[in-house]
C-alpha cells in the first residue's frame, strides 16, 4: 500500500490538471509566396518544426499552424481555504494552504 503522502500528491496533481491551449490555423494570403513559418504573438515568424517556450507557454510550429499551452496550470477545485501559488520563474504552480503559504494544501 502507497504511503498517504504520495496519494495526497497525486490527488494535488489532479487538482491542478487543467491548463490553457490555443491553435491558430496558418493563413496563407498568396499561394504564389506561401509563408514559411508561423508569427507568433509578439510578430515574431517562427520555422516550421519549431519549439520554443515565451512567457511561461509551450508553442510550437507546424504547417497547420501555431499550438501553444500555458504550462502554468489552472486551479480547479481548490478548496476554500488553500490557493495557487505561481512561480513565474520556474513556470509551475502550487497548492498551499492560504493561512501558512509554507504549507502544502491538503485536497482531501
Same mark, same amino acid.
Given at each position: 500500500?502507497a504511503?498517504?503522502?504520495?496519494?495526497?500528491?497525486?490527488?494535488?496533481?489532479v487538482?491542478?490538471?487543467?491548463s +490553457?491551449?490555443f491553435?491558430?490555423?496558418?493563413?496563407?494570403?498568396?499561394?504564389? /509566396?506561401p #509563408?514559411?513559418? *508561423?508569427?507568433?504573438?509578439?510578430?515574431k515568424?517562427?520555422?516550421f518544426?519549431?519549439?520554443?517556450m515565451?512567457?511561461?507557454?509551450?508553442?510550437?510550429?507546424?504547417? +497547420?499552424?501555431?499550438?501553444?499551452?500555458?504550462m502554468?496550470?489552472?486551479?480547479? /477545485?481548490? #478548496?476554500q481555504? *488553500?490557493?495557487?501559488?505561481v512561480?513565474?520563474?520556474t513556470?509551475?504552480?502550487?497548492?498551499?494552504?492560504?493561512?501558512?503559504?509554507?504549507?502544502?494544501?491538503?485536497?482531501v
Open positions: 500500500m504511503p498517504l503522502h504520495v496519494f495526497v500528491y497525486l490527488l494535488g496533481l487538482v491542478l490538471s487543467h +490553457a491551449c491553435f491558430r490555423q496558418l493563413e496563407v494570403k498568396d499561394v504564389n /509566396n #509563408p514559411k513559418g *508561423c508569427v507568433d504573438e509578439d510578430g515568424q517562427h520555422a518544426g519549431t519549439k520554443w515565451r512567457d511561461c507557454k509551450a508553442c510550437s510550429c507546424t504547417t +497547420a499552424g501555431l499550438s501553444c499551452c500555458d502554468i496550470p489552472e486551479a480547479v /477545485n481548490v #478548496p481555504e *488553500c490557493e495557487l501559488v512561480n513565474r520563474k513556470c509551475s504552480g502550487k497548492v498551499v494552504l492560504k493561512s501558512d503559504k509554507t504549507k502544502l494544501c491538503n485536497p
